[in-house]
Nanobody, 114 residues
Framework: QVQLVESGGGLVQPGGSLRLSCAAS????????MGWYRQPPGKQREFVAV???????SYADSVKGRFTISRDNAQNTVYLQMNSLKPEDTAVYYC????????WGKGTLVTVSS
């Protein structure tokens, strides 16, 4: 069983920054891909960023240049540094781990508003 716990969400003004964390525990292979997805209010869940065990990354066009995904393999933790936040970044952010199956955290709310 794999558990993912997100933290770091909150309220931030436009132009501000937040750093999300996701700690994974349980039966985790040394080979896995971790990432972040988000679900804006009234919309479907969408891809944000992903990082492989080796550090290769991919981003949604809407966050390129503003968000940075990173991971600490020793701690089984993935991070999402979010800079220059916009109101349209408001969403519940979900951590994802792929190891045979796809596992999800419960999400953390990010609200960008003045």
């Amino acid at each position: 069983q794999v558990q993912l716990v997100e933290s770091g969400g909150g309220l931030v003004q436009p132009g501000g920054s937040l750093r999300l964390s996701c700690a994974a525990s349980g039966s985790i292979s040394s080979t896995n891909t971790m990432g972040w997805y988000r679900q804006p209010p009234g919309k479907q869940r969408e891809f944000v960023a992903v990082i492989t065990r080796g550090g290769s990354t991919s981003y949604a066009d809407s966050v390129k240049g503003r968000f940075t995904i990173s991971r600490d393999n020793a701690q089984n933790t993935v991070y999402l540094q979010m800079n220059s936040l916009k109101p349209e970044d408001t969403a519940v952010y979900y951590c994802n781990l792929v190891y045979g199956m796809s596992y999800w955290g419960k999400g953390t709310l990010v609200t960008v508003s003045s």
